[in-house]
Nanobody, 123 residues
Framework: QVQLVESGGGSVQAGGSLRLSCASS????????MRWFRQVPGKEREGVAL????????YYDDSVTGRFTISQDNAKNTAYLQMNNLKPEDTAMYYC????????????????WGQGTQVTVSS
């Protein structure tokens, strides 16, 4: 069983930065992809960043391209989401999710989730 624990959320002003962490209970080699999602009340969970470990490829939603960076520290079994130039519309609960098979990147298909960390950006 994979357990994920997020940290690093908080409140910042527009233009500021935060780095979210997602610590895994298993070695990085046990999972094959990591995706960060975010969700605001009343809306569906949306994916913002994706990392495939097999080749290191990364993908970003258009709304965060150029501002967010997903990365991994294998020694710490921890994934990160560096968020720069934050905007009020980035305000949401952020979740990391992992999968072994990674046959689909839909939120519904990720079996392992963290508890979420709140990010609030004020204007």
């Amino acid at each position: 069983q994979v357990q994920l624990v997020e940290s690093g959320g908080g409140s910042v002003q527009a233009g500021g930065s935060l780095r979210l962490s997602c610590a895994s209970s298993v070695y990085r080699s046990s999972i094959n992809c990591m995706r960060w999602f975010r969700q605001v009340p009343g809306k569906e969970r949306e994916g913002v960043a994706l990392l495939f470990y097999r080749d290191g490829s990364t993908y970003y939603d258009d709304s965060v391209t150029g501002r967010f960076t997903i990365s991994q520290d294998n020694a710490k079994n921890t994934a990160y989401l560096q968020m720069n130039n934050l905007k009020p519309e980035d305000t949401a609960m952020y979740y990391c999710a992992a999968d072994r098979a990674c046959l689909s990147i839909r939120a519904f298909d990720f079996p392992y989730w963290g508890q979420g960390t709140q990010v609030t950006v004020s204007s």
